[in-house]
């Protein structure tokens, strides 16, 4: 069965940092594009970033260039995402998901989601 768990999420202040990991089971995450997406209350879901298969790419929104770094680690199954300085406005749930694709950010070309790790910037 097709899962993919994120973790990592919490409370942070503004400037500071989390890291989400995203790990795949029935399935091996190095074969496949994997975004992260995220979304806030009352807003639509948006592309953050992405990794292809054999890391040969790496996209980032606009919004998260330079703060966010996304990994992957093929021994443990797993992406990571590093979020570094951090604002109130990256306050969302956080969603990893699968590709069979290149590199999007558009949520439609992703078929296999988890269930999301709330992230919240506040003082």
């Known amino acids: 069965q097709v899962q993919l768990v994120e973790s990592g999420g919490g409370l942070v202040q503004p400037g500071g940092s989390l890291r989400l990991s995203c790990t795949a089971s029935?399935?091996?995450?190095?074969?496949?594009?994997i975004g992260w997406f995220r979304q806030a209350p009352g807003k639509e879901r948006e592309g953050v970033s992405c990794?292809?298969?054999?890391?040969?790419?790496?996209y980032y929104a606009d919004f998260v260039k330079g703060r966010f770094t996304i990994s992957r680690d093929n021994y443990k199954n797993t992406v990571y995402l590093q979020m570094n300085s951090l604002k109130p406005e990256d306050t969302a749930v956080y969603y990893c998901?699968?590709?069979?694709?290149?590199?999007?950010?558009?949520?439609?070309?992703?078929?296999?989601w988890g269930q999301g790790t709330q992230v919240t910037v506040s003082s």
């Open positions: 990794i292809t298969s054999s890391d040969r790419y790496t």
């Open positions: 998901a699968r590709s069979w694709g290149g590199s999007s950010l558009f949520w439609e070309d992703y078929d296999s």
């Open positions: 029935g399935f091996s995450l190095e074969h496949h594009t």
